[in-house]
């Protein structure tokens, strides 16, 4: 039988990676600080986004973001391998975005990728120390947009 | 590290949320009488519903979605907030419609919305007391149909 603590160390890994879309969804970007080590590194080059350390991603996502009107994260399959204080876990993502067009407008188009993720326990709970994007299908893609193309599986 | 208690008021409410939306899907109206509280408050207004008590608004499902002949409404990113024996949630919800067209065929549509749950422990367990409907996206909705614009960004 799986021991309470590591059902508490999965269900508290699972409610930052939820805790992260609904910060990005409902734009509440400081939510952020408390999801994040101050140092982690995020990577969010697969979908056409930037990496670099959280100080720097902190600033650069509500700009990034702020264009899109509507967007939601939508996360399932979180596979969590927790080793004492450090924990690995791979997340699919389906993130609907609406883009304004340039000729008036909007278009939904749907991305699909995965989160690779490395947490640590600290003192404060689990934080998410790396963040990789991996990408998946795209949908509906506007032609103004410039989103790699996810590699070939 | 969360108590027992805890985890199992949070899979309890999970479950809650889940077992709405397979009622609605199965279009088993009287499964609901399971989720809510027999006064709770239902808002759906911003994806073109009514709002209202339980009653009222179990009654009006089954003839606004008889319409629909094929739909499902996917849940995650279920965040839950506990306080004693109320507690309160957000939810994600992707929602895709088939809808029969005035010429003929059908389309599918596609819907995102969250839903903003109050929730009481009765002696039966876990109730939802207050559900609340808000619009994200909305994707290939047939150009007859009237769902207002959901409104830009969202709230926490």
């Known amino acids: 039988m799986t021991a309470l603590e590591e059902f508490s160390d999965r269900l508290e890994i699972r409610r930052l990676i939820v805790r992260y879309s609904n910060a990005l969804d409902a734009r509440r970007f400081e939510w952020l600080e408390e999801l994040f080590t101050p140092d982690a590194y995020i990577d969010y080059r697969a979908t056409g986004g930037v990496d670099g350390r959280y100080p720097a991603i902190r600033e650069w996502l509500p700009p990034a973001v702020g264009v899109f009107p509507h967007m939601c994260h939508l996360v399932g399959n979180i596979s969590i391998t927790v080793a004492g204080d450090g924990a690995q876990a791979r997340t699919l993502c389906l993130n609907p975005v609406a883009v304004p067009l340039v000729a008036g407008g909007t278009q939904v188009m749907f991305l699909g990728m995965w989160y690779r993720d490395t947490l640590v326990r600290t003192e404060a709970g689990w934080r998410i120390s790396r963040r990789v994007q991996e990408g998946c299908f795209q949908h509906n893609v506007p032609a103004q947009l410039q989103i790699p193309v996810a590699p070939d599986f | ?156």
């Not at chain 2, 889940?18 to 109206?29: C, G, K, T």
């Not at chain 2, 209202?52 to 907030?81: D, M, Q, S, T």
């Not at chain 2, 419609?97 to 009481?120: A, E, K």
Request: proline share 6%; with cysteine; glycine share 8%.
């Open chain 2, 1 to 156: 590290m969360l108590s027992l208690q805890e985890l199992s008021d949070r899979l309890e409410i999970e479950q809650l949320i889940v077992r709405y939306s397979n009622s609605i899907d199965q279009r088993n109206w009287d499964g609901l009488d399971e989720v809510f509280t027999p006064d709770a408050y239902i808002d759906y207004r911003q994806l073109g519903g009514i709002d209202g008590r339980y009653p009222e608004v179990k009654a009006w499902l089954g003839p606004a979605l008889a319409n629909f002949p094929h739909y499902c409404h996917l849940v995650g990113n279920i965040e839950i907030a506990l306080s004693g024996d109320t507690a309160r949630a957000r939810t994600l919800c992707i929602n895709p419609m088939d809808t029969p067209l005035p010429g003929g065929g059908s389309q599918v549509m596609f819907l995102g919305l969250w839903y903003v749950d109050r929730f009481v422990r009765t002696a039966r367990g876990w109730r939802m007391s207050e559900r609340v409907e808000e619009g994200c996206f909305q994707h290939n909705v047939p150009a007859h149909l009237a769902i207002p614009a959901p409104k830009t960004g969202a709230t926490a």
